[in-house]
T-cell receptor
Framework: GAGVSQSPRYKVAKRGQDVALRCDPISGHVSLFWYQQALGQGPEFLTYFQNEAQLDKSGLPSDRFFAERPEGSVSTLKIQRTQQEDSAVYLC?????????????FGPGTRLTVL | EDKVVQSPLSLVVHEGDTVTLNCSYEVTNFRSLLWYKQEKKAPTFLFMLTSSGIEKKSGRLSSILDKKELFSILNITATQTGDSAVYLCAVEAGTSYDKVIFGPGTSLSVIP
């Protein structure tokens, strides 16, 4: 595709439900990042993949958060037993590693609302 | 702990005004500083700065980095209502890969 896509764009979950958020990066982009953006805040780093390897998951707020990228392209962020504080926009970004300009291309985000 | 601070957090100006947005940072293994514009959707890239004292310009927007004092400014001249957005400052840092740390953003509202 032309850009990074994410699905679903909006998700409403009841507290305690599990959710799965999908990210399709730009084809050929080695690096993939997940961010959590609360209302009125800047994006907070969650995790980073280089191809299929998860090199940094230090930003995941709890063990209820899990991310994978098994074939080095599509990535899924899973949140188990959702809580109200998980409500945020989840942004995915990809980057072609080695580019002169290290621009991250962001997807439109998934807005998660936990009731 | 790596951190990026922006000021002001919000700003309201009239069309035609000039604004200066501030970003300061404390990170280990600094590599570059980035500015993004976010309008109710994903952030879009504006500038990347790696060297002190070299101004980057794009139309009415310009930015400069001071690596000694650890800050950057983003200037917008002759503001227009279309400039209303959140402006995010981010810093790339790290050794094994370029981790990006974002500031909280400055919310700019330009009123006619």
């Amino acid at each position: 595709g032309a850009g990074v896509s994410q699905s679903p764009r909006y998700k409403v979950a009841k507290r305690g439900q599990d959710v799965a958020l999908r990210c399709d990066p730009i084809s050929g982009h080695v690096s993939l990042f997940w961010y959590q953006q609360a209302l009125g805040q800047g994006p907070e780093f969650l995790t980073y993949f280089q191809n299929e390897a998860q090199l940094d998951k230090s930003g995941l707020p709890s063990d209820r958060f899990f991310a994978e990228r098994p074939e080095g392209s599509v990535s899924t962020l899973k949140i188990q037993r959702t809580q109200q504080e998980d409500s945020a926009v989840y942004l995915c970004a990809s980057r072609y590693r080695g580019a002169l300009i290290n621009e991250q291309f962001f997807g439109p985000g998934t807005r998660l609302t936990v009731l | 702990e790596d951190k990026v601070v922006q000021s002001p957090l919000s700003l309201v100006v009239h069309e035609g005004d000039t604004v200066t947005l501030n970003c300061s940072y404390e990170v280990t293994n600094f590599r570059s500083l980035l500015w993004y514009k976010q309008e109710k959707k994903a952030p879009t890239f504006l500038f990347m700065l790696t060297s002190s004292g070299i101004e980057k310009k794009s139309g009415r927007l310009s930015s400069i980095l001071d690596k000694k004092e650890l800050f950057s400014i983003l200037n917008i001249t002759a503001t227009q209502t279309g400039d209303s957005a959140v402006y995010l400052c981010a810093v790339e840092a790290g050794t094994s890969y370029d981790k990006v740390i974002f500031g909280p953003g400055t919310s700019l509202s330009v009123i006619p």
